[in-house]
Structure formats: C-alpha cells, structure tokens
C-alpha cells in the first residue's frame, strides 16, 4: 500500500519533469539563435538541436525505467487481484460451511433431545 500512496508523490512530480523537459525542448529548438538577415548560426543550431537529443535521450531512459516498475506493479497488482478473488470464493465456501454446520448441530441437538426423551418414557413405562 505505501506504493499506492506515494504515487500521488510521484506522479506529480514526474509530471513536473515532463514539463519542464518539454519547455527545455521548445527553448532549445524554437528559439534557434539567429543573427542579423535571418541567418542561422550553424554552431549555435547544432548545440541546440544537441541539447534537445541529450535532453530525449535523459527522457527515454527515464520513461524505460518508469515503464518496467509500472509492468512490475500490474503484475503485482493482477496477483493481488486474483487472491483476493479466491479469498472470496473460499469466504463464501466458509460461510455456506458454516452455515450448514450449524444445521447440522441442530438437528444434532434435536436429535439427542428426542433420544433423552424415548429413553425416559422407556424407563417409565418399565416402572
């Protein structure tokens, strides 16, 4: 369970990286350095196109990571899912058990009432 109370924790800020990730890229690309007569600044283009590729790079590998514990946590998840599916069908074979135990101790119950009963009109119609 701590898992799935951290994950409020770790979504936000995974959403907080991505975000900044994203502004980083449009920085990087969108405001290519250019000097006067709209020419582009070949050096200036390829750091910045390179610092976008590092920067998707640190992202896939992140996502990798990320994508294997949230495989990891739906198996476990699907694990958790199935046991408490056979706890239940064993909860209710316990109840119907249960249920037809105590009947069972009733007629029981009755049974040796009915039996205390004949032995005693026996032993008075013996007198």
Do not use: F
Request: charged content about 20%; aromatic content about 4%.
């Amino acid at each position: 369970m701590s898992y799935l109370e951290e994950w409020s924790h770790v979504e936000k800020h995974h959403s907080s990286s991505l975000s900044a990730a994203i502004e980083a890229l449009k920085a990087s690309t969108l405001r290519l350095p250019v000097v006067g007569g709209a020419k582009a600044d070949a050096q200036g283009v390829k750091e910045a196109v390179n610092s976008a590729v590092d920067v998707m790079h640190t992202m896939a590998s992140s996502m990798c990571n990320l994508l294997s514990k949230v495989e990891g946590t739906s198996s476990v998840v699907y694990e958790l899912a199935k046991l408490a599916t056979q706890e239940q069908m064993l909860l209710d074979q316990s109840r119907d058990l249960l249920s037809t135990v105590a009947a069972i101790h009733v007629k029981q119950c009755s049974l040796k009432t009915h039996l205390l009963q004949r032995k005693q009109r026996q032993s008075q119609t013996q007198w």
